[in-house]
């Protein structure tokens, strides 16, 4: 049998009544060639789908993770190209036929993998935003790089890139549990140029439910073993590395309001400050100024937890 020119990976966990839309989309491609595979990261309740041409499920015996289920799914895949798909995500119709299209018409340096832009929904699916990404050759440090205004590294989930080179780099980092998008991204733009194009190819719903991203600590051990892993990188751009790490603390905050992990959400902040005063202090300094004299959350932070920022 020819293999196809693209497979779609979806881990999932646990997701019973979220998954079935996510195939569904998968399997709606305007592409014909193509191939779904859906690893199942040990779901208590094992993934049950209707059978399709085009579909297999992987079950894992452990649970190892999304880092785990997708290396898994890569590893099993039959076709050239490789994109992912979370399971609570959907793919616009034309996702893969204008990201195999621009690949095919691209002049930058190979090998290339492309990125489209994200489409922001609520859990009735009513827009709330959209991303549009930036392009960087081959050779760029992906999320450090300054682009254009209204440009976002944020779209780092539609990617779509040569099997071979995924697999070469060692897929994603399996001892990461959060944040394995960018620390990927930072490995596989120094060998490979990343094409950003502003069709919309995916849908991403935020919703009520249990995510990942949502784990203020989780958040924090992940970022402090990217910080250590690519450190070298983040010294060459102190001013975005500060940016970065500015972002990091203020969502890590948000999510901790909303939680009611206050004390967690200050010392993952803490945590990330300090990062940054050591591999860009004078940057760092100017951004924590900022939150310091005009972030609204932080007049909600007690007299004794302002002193202990203020320590940094």
């Given at each position: 049998m020819k293999p196809p020119i693209l497979s779609i990976i979806i881990p999932t966990y646990s997701r019973p009544q979220l998954l079935p839309r996510a195939v569904e989309s998968a399997?709606?491609?305007?592409?014909?060639?193509?191939?779904?595979?859906v690893v199942d990261d040990a779901s208590p309740e094992?993934?049950?789908?209707?059978?399709?041409?085009?579909l297999r499920v992987i079950r894992l015996p452990v649970n190892g993770g999304g880092s785990v289920a997708r290396n898994t799914g890569a590893k099993a895949a039959r076709g050239l190209w490789i994109t992912f798909l979370d399971d609570d995500d959907t793919l616009l119709p034309t996702m893969a036929e204008v990201s195999l299209a621009a690949l095919v018409e691209t002049d930058l340096p190979k090998p290339v993998a492309v990125i489209s832009g994200i489409k922001v929904v609520d859990e009735n699916g009513e827009f709330i935003k959209k991303r549009i990404p930036p392009t960087l050759p081959k050779g760029s440090h992906f999320q450090m790089e300054k682009i254009a205004k209204g440009k976002s590294f944020l779209c780092k989930q539609t990617m779509v890139v040569e099997r071979d080179v995924l697999?070469?780099?060692?897929?994603?980092?399996?001892?990461?549990?959060?944040?394995?998008?960018s620390e990927l991204f930072l490995r596989l733009n120094s060998v490979c140029s990343i094409l950003g194009i502003p069709d919309i190819t995916y849908q991403l719903y935020k919703h009520g439910g249990s995510q990942v991203t949502k784990d203020v600590i989780l958040r924090q051990v992940?970022?402090?073993?990217?910080?250590?892993?690519?450190?070298?990188?983040?010294?060459?751009?102190?001013?975005?590395?500060?940016?970065?790490?500015?972002?990091?603390a203020r969502r890590c905050y948000e999510l901790g309001h909303e939680s009611g992990q206050t004390d967690e959400a200050l010392f993952t902040i803490l945590g990330a400050l300090s990062w940054g005063m050591?591999?860009?202090?004078?940057?760092?300094?100017?951004?924590?100024?900022?939150?310091?004299?005009?972030?609204?959350?932080?007049?909600?932070?007690?007299?004794?937890k302002r002193e202990l920022v203020k320590q940094i």
């Open positions: 399997l709606a491609q305007t592409v014909a060639d193509i191939e779904v595979i094992p993934v049950q789908l209707p059978e399709h041409e085009k697999l070469s780099i060692g897929g994603f980092d399996e001892s990461f549990r959060s944040r394995v998008h992940s970022f402090n073993k990217l910080m250590e892993k690519h450190q070298s990188i983040f010294k060459q751009h102190p001013q975005e590395l500060a940016k970065f790490i500015f972002e990091h050591r591999l860009a202090p004078e940057q760092t300094l100017s951004r924590l100024t900022d939150l310091l004299e005009h972030q609204e959350s932080w007049t909600n932070l007690s007299k004794p």
